[in-house]
């Protein structure tokens, strides 16, 4: 026997002629790699590996990698499927917090996340072309083909996540328009929720973010200070009663100035003040719902560290590829640094099911693949 670097090969000597060789299936391969060096390569690269570390520390060529990377990818577990083969729709410990949000690949592509407050999983994840309402939809039927029920929703208050809880504002008619039913135009069709009577969260940190950008670039000079002090007071108050308190003042004080900017300001916390308030009203079981997205923010700056490659990524089928493994991977990784000692060294994926036992990646690639 004759072992070499990628594998252990069988060498055999001919008695007449004294030549050496070694047999080989024509697998249509110029190299045979063993199966536990491509499978350590590529969990390399999951891990955070660059292509050119790699090439230098395994001595395969860039073009095999991407091969295997594909390859694997292609053939890793949906998030569906990997609910069904752990029977997650009949028993899990998810706990119905659902956070959603996007992280941008590139210009032309957008990782959608579903993930659970509790757990920490990636419930879901859909790469598409922008965070547009349809998107988000197609991502919460997959959230609910893997047996998630939605409880509650938290998320940065964007146009797409919010029109999944909330009907569209009316727009008024103009002042001597002719009203409904005008002749060629057909009523607007009635609108549905596709989430109804879930509470949903906006972000208060985003919410911060949105409203402050309103100040800055509508406010007199006079009244920024003020008006924000006002708009911290209300997002990041104790209670309910001080924030609405707070909210009174704000109003006050734009009639008893004649300041536009705060009337305005007002309006816009007045319209969106059920998504800034479930925090205190809504309960899962016993706890209170989050009042910001920090948990899937830290999981998306978690995933970054490989995500930041793919900018120059052109398809979706190989942005699809790639994700599937870094997400698995993100799901089997322990929280060694987690605050909670029942979450310390465990993955999101263990602490979703009730069942005990480790659970390794190569466990959801499909058997066509190994």
Not at 306 to 324: D, F, H, N, Y
Request: some cysteine; hydrophobic content about 35%; overall charge positive.
């Amino acid at each position: 026997m004759r072992e070499i670097t990628i594998e252990r090969v069988q060498q055999w000597k001919c008695i007449s002629c004294k030549a050496s060789f070694i047999f080989r299936r024509s697998s249509g391969k110029r190299t045979q790699y063993t199966e536990t060096f491509i499978k350590e390569t590529v969990s390399d690269f999951v891990m955070g590996g660059s292509y050119r570390r790699i090439q230098e520390r395994r001595e395969v060529s860039i073009g095999t990698l991407s091969s295997w990377i594909h390859e694997y990818g292609g053939r890793c577990m949906s998030p569906v499927e990997i609910a069904e083969y752990l029977h997650l729709p009949e028993q899990n410990k998810w706990s119905g917090i659902l956070l959603l949000d996007g992280k941008y690949l590139n210009r032309h592509m957008v990782l959608l996340l579903a993930v659970d407050y509790r757990t920490q999983d990636v419930v879901s994840w859909r790469v598409a072309e922008n965070e547009s309402q349809d998107n988000y939809k197609q991502l919460i039927t997959d959230v609910q083909n893997c047996g998630y029920i939605i409880k509650a929703l938290i998320s940065d208050g964007g146009t797409g996540i919010r029109a999944l809880t909330q009907k569209k504002k009316p727009s008024f008619i103009r002042i001597g328009s002719r009203p409904y039913p005008r002749p060629g135009v057909s009523p607007a069709k009635e609108q549905t929720v596709f989430l109804s009577g879930v509470p949903h969260q906006w972000c208060i940190v985003h919410a911060q973010r949105e409203l402050l950008k309103y100040v800055r670039t509508k406010a007199k000079k006079e009244e920024r200070e003020k008006l924000t002090l006002l708009v911290n007071q209300i997002l990041f108050s104790s209670t309910l009663i001080r924030a609405e308190k707070v909210r009174k003042k704000l109003n006050t004080y734009g009639y008893i100035n004649y300041s536009e900017a705060a009337k305005r300001l007002t309006n816009i916390i007045s319209s969106y003040w059920k998504l800034l308030i479930a925090h205190y009203t809504v309960r899962v079981g016993r706890f209170k719902i989050p009042p910001t997205t920090n948990v899937i923010e830290n999981i998306i700056s978690n995933l970054n560290t490989r995500l930041k490659t793919m900018k120059k990524i052109k398809t979706k089928k190989s942005a699809e590829a790639i994700c599937r493994l870094i997400v698995l991977k993100y799901r089997l990784k322990p929280l060694v640094d987690s605050q909670d000692r029942q979450k310390r060294n465990k993955s999101p994926l263990e602490l979703s099911i009730k069942k005990k036992g480790k659970l390794n990646w190569y466990l959801f690639i499909k058997k066509s693949c190994r």
